[in-house]
């Protein structure tokens, strides 16, 4: 028989004696004898259920439980004055409130779950920590393995500013909002429809980075009327169709006018060939190409005509189709008018 040394503040205690594989249970009163045997006595059993309120009307202090054996011991319930200290299974290595690795376990079986139950509604000031896991080192929080399945309204997962977070494996979400920085590691996949919905401003930030090494994207669309959405880069590369459409309603259009003396603005513009320098980094310096010069146009059309991030100039090449147009209606009209004063001369 394992023996204990009790001391006289002990109000309650519960001593399990294995010997000869019999099992005997003894409750004891508050003297300080170990060998007291007054009380329950629970005889030869591997399953012995103990509810404190079934044996004495209130326990007002329970200072040490301990269980000498691992055969299947539970505990009842306690009232709501009842003080449970240091409450183990072993040694106290299995302490719930203990300092050495305290373990809460539950082993082997479907039908084997641990809850967490607040049922405290009234306490506005914390809503979201009904159950706190406390740790400082790395991996001491939570650890979550196998599947996870998070049953709420609304679930939210905040990390601290600056705190770098990795989500390893496949996520299937309805909808997945990353705010701030998100970087998605090499081979991350995305099926079915991504929007990226990034707020502009006047100082119009990069919404959208990609750098370095390759980007291959199957298809990227870009909503112009989503609200409060702004892209916007310095230089677009696609080895595959780009297809984009230009808003040109009529109805969300004001003071329309044609186009007048297009032909005399054409000339004014020169279409040239040349290679590009090492000043810029968009193209294979040495690169013959096509094109007309931005400064030409801006005495024209200045509207056409914007600075980059880099200081440099760009034209807005798909805005001269309009002025192309008119150019050749007002060349065609002159053509068919030397027509007819050609007809004329050849019928006298």
């Not at 702004?230 to 329309?256: C, F």
């Not at 004014?268 to 931005?294: C, M, P, R």
């Amino acid at each position: 028989m394992a023996q204990q040394t009790w001391s006289s503040n002990y109000s309650f205690r519960i001593l399990i004696q294995t010997e000869l594989g019999t099992q005997v249970s003894y409750m004891g009163g508050d003297d300080s004898s170990p060998d007291n045997n007054t009380g329950a006595k629970f005889a030869d059993s591997n399953n012995a259920s103990i509810s404190p309120s079934n044996i004495v009307t209130r326990i007002n202090r329970m200072v040490k439980c301990t269980f000498l054996d691992r055969k299947n011991v539970t505990i009842g319930n306690f009232g709501d004055n009842e003080d449970v200290n240091n409450l183990y299974n072993g040694d106290t290595d299995n302490r719930f409130d203990g300092t050495n690795n305290p373990w809460l376990q539950a082993v082997a079986g479907d039908d084997n779950r641990i809850g967490f139950r607040h049922t405290d509604t009234t306490d506005t000031s914390d809503p979201f920590a009904k159950v706190k896991f406390y740790g400082t080192k790395v991996c001491s929080v939570l650890g979550l393995q196998e599947g996870v399945w998070i049953h709420a309204s609304g679930f939210n997962l905040s990390v601290q500013e600056g705190i770098e977070s990795s989500i390893i494996g496949s996520i299937t979400a309805t909808s997945l909002a990353v705010q701030g920085t998100g970087n998605f590691a090499e081979g991350s996949r995305f099926t079915g429809e991504m929007i990226f919905d990034i707020s502009g401003s006047e100082t119009k930030a990069a919404g959208i980075g990609f750098v370095t090494g390759d980007e291959y994207i199957g298809k990227l669309e870009y909503d112009p009327f989503t609200s409060g959405s702004l892209v916007e880069v310095d230089l677009v590369r696609s080895k595959g169709d780009i297809v984009a459409l230009y808003t040109s309603d009529k109805r969300l259009k004001d003071d329309v006018q044609y186009i007048l003396d297009p032909v005399s603005k054409v000339k004014q513009l020169n279409g040239v060939e040349f290679t590009w320098n090492s000043s810029q980094s968009y193209h294979e310096v040495g690169k013959k190409d096509v094109g007309i010069i931005a400064q030409d146009l801006q005495k024209v059309y200045p509207e056409l005509v914007e600075t980059s991030s880099n200081g440099y100039l760009g034209v807005k090449y798909e805005r001269l189709v309009g002025l192309l147009i008119e150019a050749v209606k007002e060349q065609n009209d002159e053509i068919d008018k030397l027509k007819a004063r050609l007809n004329n001369l050849e019928n006298k």
